[in-house]
């Protein structure tokens, strides 16, 4: 099975910062990888998809980059609502697997 | 307006069975692989299975965790997914979400899920 490992698992920071979420496969998935959101007792929502593609509707402050085994997602500028769990989930081969998720958190 | 909304949720005894339902609306539902993922209390996402459409005969794939007790099923004609879940234990307590499996260039995206549904395994 492949592994996801997000970092860091917590993030402290504020209204208006550039903040990155790295998400490291156990082996190579090209770009099938998607990024989710989640806020506490809702369903996630998917943010990026194929690694780097926005979702319709997400802002433009998202953005994801990678290839093969390394991925990241940054938030440009966070916005009060930015702050929850964040969850990359691969999609190249069965089992499907998310990562441990990073909770970003208001400093 | 894409709809998906699971029921089916309680309190079950371990060893216990559970069938989880998400109807869904507003889109094709037979032209969607369907997926459910699950979530235990204070814990990340996991996967437990898909069902793919009828041009796959409906394939089905599951989780190593649930393969043997778990069985996805669909019936299009009335948009609805189902989750047969046997032998229940502890650790099968979670959110259960239904998800559609949105193809694009030969991989998937889950862009609709629903709000979820929570399955207790408690004596």
């Known amino acids: 099975d492949i592994q996801l490992t997000q970092s860091p698992s917590f993030l402290s920071a504020s209204v208006g910062d550039r903040v990155t979420i790295t998400c490291r496969a156990s082996?190579?998935?090209?770009?099938?990888l998607n990024w989710y959101q989640q806020n506490p007792g809702k369903a996630p929502k998917l943010l990026i998809y194929?690694?780097?593609t926005l979702q319709s509707g997400v802002p433009s402050r998202f953005s994801g980059s990678g290839s093969g085994t390394d991925f990241t997602l940054t938030i440009s500028s966070l916005r009060p609502e930015d702050f929850a769990t964040y969850y990359c989930?691969?999609?190249?081969?069965?089992?499907?697997?998310f990562g441990q998720g990073t909770r970003l958190e208001i400093k | 307006e894409v709809r998906m909304v699971e029921s089916g949720g309680g309190l079950v005894q371990p060893g216990g069975s559970l069938r989880l339902s998400c109807e869904a609306s507003?889109?094709?539902?037979?032209?969607?692989?369907l997926d459910w993922v699950r979530q235990a209390p204070g814990k990340g996402l996991e996967w437990v299975g898909r069902?793919?459409?009828?041009?796959?005969?409906?394939?089905?794939e599951y989780a190593a965790s649930v393969k043997g007790r778990a069985t996805i099923s669909r019936d299009d004609s009335k948009n609805s997914l189902f989750l047969q879940m046997n032998n229940l234990k502890a650790e099968d307590t979670a959110v259960y979400y239904c998800?559609?499996?949105?193809?694009?260039?030969?991989?998937?995206?889950?862009?609709?899920w629903g709000q979820g549904t929570l399955v207790s395994v408690s004596s």
């Open positions: 998800a559609r499996a949105r193809l694009l260039a030969g991989r998937t995206n889950f862009d609709y």
């Open positions: 507003g889109f094709t539902f037979s032209d969607y692989y």
């Open positions: 069902v793919k459409d009828k041009a796959t005969g409906y394939i089905t």
């Open positions: 082996q190579g998935i090209n770009t099938y």
């Open positions: 194929a690694a780097s």
């Open positions: 989930q691969h999609v190249d081969s069965f089992p499907i697997t």
